[in-house]
């Protein structure tokens, strides 16, 4: 089990020292106060440790960031969009393909019907062509 405490930080602690007029004075030392003990003056070090770290630790580290209640309905719901959307797929593009050929299929023999009609126009009277018996006379 982990114990919080408390540090305050020796600045706030000390009492400042009232004027005559109880207004506070800051004194010059306060001023240029600088905490050299801090981990803010390191941060060459921190960026390199940050450069030597690969991108797969680097998205490892992310799963840290998702508690474990929600990771579980997470991962199903990854997993279950990953199986509908390749399903999609297999089921998806050759049905589109078949479809596309059908309506080729479809718009030819619109286009032979036309031209047929206009064959028909262009030579009225004209008996059709009987296919494959030749009349000899």
Known sequence: MVKLTEVEDEHFTDKPIPSKNDALLVSDDEEDYTDTDSEISNDEEEDFELEEES????????????????????????????????????????????YAEEEQYIQMEREQGMIKGANEMLTPGAEPEKQGVQATL
């Open 55 to 98: 991108l797969y630790e680097r998205i490892s580290a992310l799963k840290d960031i998702i508690p474990p209640a929600r990771a579980a309905p997470l991962s199903f719901s990854g997993k279950a969009l990953w199986i509908i959307s390749t399903s999609a797929f297999l089921i998806g593009v050759p049905w589109a393909l078949a």
